[in-house]
């Protein structure tokens, strides 16, 4: 076998395993302005959440990527949402 020292192994794994672990469980939020209603929106889980249900109240694909949708889309989210407050 090598020279290498078992602490030395152990730690090099860990790093790798900690590495691969906070790439699969990071969020990546981003901000998200609304032109209609001239704010800012920060698209988090929270937000994910609305827009998903207005996805399904509209018969439209709520795994699509909000980012593209067209502006109109958009636009009617923005509206549905500013008529939804901040609950669930």
Known sequence: MG?????ISSLVLAAALASVLGTACS???YRVYDP?????HVWNDD???YYQRWARENHRDE???FRKLPAGEQKEYWT?????GDRH
């Not at 209609?36 to 800012?40: E, F, K, L, M, V």
């Open 80 to 84: 549905w949402r500013h008529s939804h």
């Open 47 to 49: 937000e994910v959440v």
């Open 63 to 65: 795994h699509r990527d």
């Open 36 to 40: 209609y209603y001239s704010d800012y």
């Open 27 to 29: 969020h990546h939020y």
């Open 3 to 7: 020279t290498r020292s078992p602490f």
